[in-house]
């Protein structure tokens, strides 16, 4: 069991996985335990209505660095996310898909990357996606779009596996649709971010929750958004107090 703060927080957004959630935390651990880095994972229940919660709190008794959030509803992907980052504790923070399709031992190798120290965000890039026609040809559209309106140079914006430092989205905006823009939020901020492949698997318990219709024209409104915070957001940073100490 770790102690004090962690250096690293996985954080997993979960609604209705209850086939998934237990055998994921086994390769969560698998993968970070021998890493000697201090971690927790932080799961994030959306207002699953089957026996995800259940799930979890087993897998929190028997592995105490797993710890759950169970919100009062179904509030999407962004909201569950936001509350994760804002409830833990490490400086360094590593996002996951609860579907099983995003490999957790992928997550050292991201985390060296990031502490080479010239970037602030590591963005997987799934280099042999495992999902359906339709699902890889709406991403594409939808990544081409968003890169020729923002330039973030970003090419696989929907990989939920990233690992990155607390400051990326400390304050950050909160809107439905936030999770497909975290690395170009990131950008629009002045933080340096870079891509690495990744391994994708097929999903192989459970239904997936997207679709043509909530992420490929959704995505598309949510970039008007975007565009529009890029021209008028400010991020002003505090240079002195004047007198010395005045915050205390």
Same mark, same amino acid.
């Given at each position: 069991m770790n102690t004090g703060t962690p250096c690293l927080s996985v954080i997993v957004p979960v609604k209705n996985e209850e086939e998934n959630v237990a055998a994921l935390a086994q390769e969560i651990t698998d993968a970070l335990a021998p890493s000697g880095v201090s971690w927790e994972c932080v799961w994030v229940n959306d207002g699953s209505t089957d026996g995800t919660l259940g799930a979890l709190k087993g897998v929190a008794a028997r592995m105490p660095p797993h710890r759950i959030i169970d919100l009062d509803g179904n509030y999407g992907q962004s909201a569950a996310l936001c509350i994760g980052f804002s409830r833990a504790r490490g400086e360094v923070f590593a996002t996951l898909d609860g579907d099983g399709q995003n490999d957790p031992a992928e997550i050292p190798r991201l985390l060296e990357r990031l502490r080479q120290g010239d970037v602030a965000m590591v963005n997987g890039v799934r280099a042999k996606r495992r999902d359906s026609w339709? @699902?890889?040809?709406?991403?594409?559209? $939808?990544? @081409?779009?968003?890169?020729?309106?923002? *330039? /973030? *140079?970003?090419? =696989?914006?929907?990989?939920?596996?990233?690992?990155?430092? @607390? $400051?990326?989205? &400390?304050?950050?905006?909160m809107f439905k649709g936030t999770h497909r823009f975290l690395p170009a939020l990131a950008v629009m901020r002045?933080? $340096?971010?870079? &891509?690495?492949?990744?391994?994708?698997?097929? #999903?192989?318990?459970g239904v997936t929750k997207y679709g043509v219709g909530n992420r490929l024209w959704v995505g598309? $409104? /949510?970039?008007?958004?975007?565009?529009?915070?890029? #021209? #008028?957001?400010?991020?002003?940073?505090? #240079?002195? &107090?004047?007198? =010395?100490?005045?915050r205390q």
């Open positions: 339709v @699902r890889k040809l709406s991403s594409r559209i $939808a990544n @081409r779009v968003r890169n020729a309106v923002l *330039h /973030d *140079h970003v090419s =696989d914006t929907g990989c939920a596996l990233r690992v990155f430092s @607390r $400051a990326c989205v &400390e304050n950050i905006i002045g933080f $340096a971010i870079t &891509e690495l492949p990744v391994n994708h698997r097929p #999903r192989t318990r598309i $409104a /949510d970039l008007y958004a975007v565009c529009w915070m890029r #021209r #008028r957001l400010v991020y002003p940073a505090v #240079r002195a &107090e004047y007198p =010395d100490g005045a």
